[in-house]
């Protein structure tokens, strides 16, 4: 069963991150350098934990979707 996070299920947002972390061909370091958090941040959120809220928004501008496509609300 999916854990949910204020109804957002934490799964969709793992994949969303590991997804359109590959589509831009960038390795977990590149990543956690441009959001300025640590590779195993990342790491973990591809695993299904979760970022501070207050990331989401740098998160969805990074990979140009918005805050709703990230939680898998699309």
């Known amino acids: 069963?999916?854990?949910h996070f204020f109804g957002v299920?934490?799964?969709k947002i793992a994949e969303s991150i590991l997804r359109?972390?590959?589509?831009l061909k960038l390795t977990q370091?590149?990543?956690a350098?441009?959001?300025m958090v640590s590779p195993q941040a990342v790491s973990n959120w591809e695993r299904g934990g979760y970022p501070d809220i207050t990331l989401l928004p740098r998160i969805a501008n990074f990979f140009k979707?918005?805050?709703d496509e990230l939680i898998g609300n699309d």
């Open 9 to 11: 299920k934490l799964k």
């Open 33 to 35: 350098s441009a959001l």
């Open 1 to 3: 069963m999916a854990r």
């Open 65 to 67: 979707i918005t805050v």
């Open 20 to 23: 359109e972390r590959r589509k």
């Open 29 to 31: 370091e590149e990543l």
